[in-house]
């Protein structure tokens, strides 16, 4: 999706906060609560330096070439961009209705084909005049990894490497046990370190109260270190 330079540049001026101090309605964000704004919108965009009028626009612009959800619909990065910027929170020489601000932005979506509107929940949604379809600024579970993300995944395999078999239950195993329900989630370990490279099995008991009834308990086995490493690469 393609906006005219004339929108993403008024769009940018408002998530700047340029303008005269007494009649701005929108709040002026330097360069680190710019990086703050993108990060609140769930990006990875952080203000290189450069002016923050052109770094925004070149920003946004990237946004809107992500996939569109549907017809008539804007990116959900894009959609988010708007709800943030238009946060009641953030009303300035107005109150938290933000009639002027909105105003000010429907000037330049009415240009595009969208309005923006606050709907009974508080929040700021985009909607395509012609069709009257809302794009909801939902997490897109099918969005592209993050660079923190693409990090974290690079990491675990040198962990999974690296980490014994009772590190393994420690670090990854007990805290997945117990936000599935289980209660009281303990591991015997090994007494011996040095049996930990070999094929001897650490039991792990949990308890379980998931259904009201009173608590019983599981045993479970883990087995060869190996063999738990593979099946932690495969799922995670």
């Not at 929108?26 to 704004?37: A, G, H, V």
């Not at 626009?57 to 709800?83: H, W, Y």
């Not at 005049?129 to 040198?158: D, G, K, M, Y």
């Amino acid at each position: 999706m393609r906006f005219k330079r004339r929108t993403v540049m008024q769009i940018t001026d408002m998530i700047c906060g340029n303008g005269p101090d007494e009649s701005a309605l929108f709040r002026y964000r330097s360069s680190s609560y710019l990086t703050e704004f993108f990060s609140d919108v769930d990006t990875d965009y952080a203000h290189d330096g450069t002016t923050r009028q052109h770094w925004v626009a070149d920003t946004l612009e990237k946004v809107l070439e992500e996939p569109q959800p549907g017809p008539g619909k804007v990116p959900l990065t894009f959609a988010r961009v708007i709800q943030r910027l238009m946060d009641p929170a953030d009303a300035v020489n107005e109150d938290q209705s933000r009639v002027g601000a909105l105003q000010m932005l429907n000037a330049s979506l009415a240009r595009e084909g969208f309005e923006a509107y606050y709907a009974p929940d508080g929040q700021c949604y985009l909607r395509h005049i012609a069709t009257n379809v809302t794009t909801a600024p939902e997490q897109n579970p099918h969005r592209p990894f993050s660079a923190t993300e693409l990090e974290r995944r690079e990491q675990l395999p040198v962990y999974l490497d690296s980490a014994s078999e009772d590190e393994l239950i420690d670090d990854v195993l007990l805290p997945l046990f117990r936000q599935m329900g289980f209660h009281r989630v303990t591991a015997t370990g090994h007494k011996d370190k040095a049996l930990v490279k070999y094929d001897e099995p650490t039991r792990l008991v949990a308890l379980t109260d998931r259904t009201g009834f009173p608590s019983s308990q599981e045993e479970l086995t883990i087995g060869h270190h190996d063999a738990m490493r593979d099946l932690l690469s495969a799922t995670l």
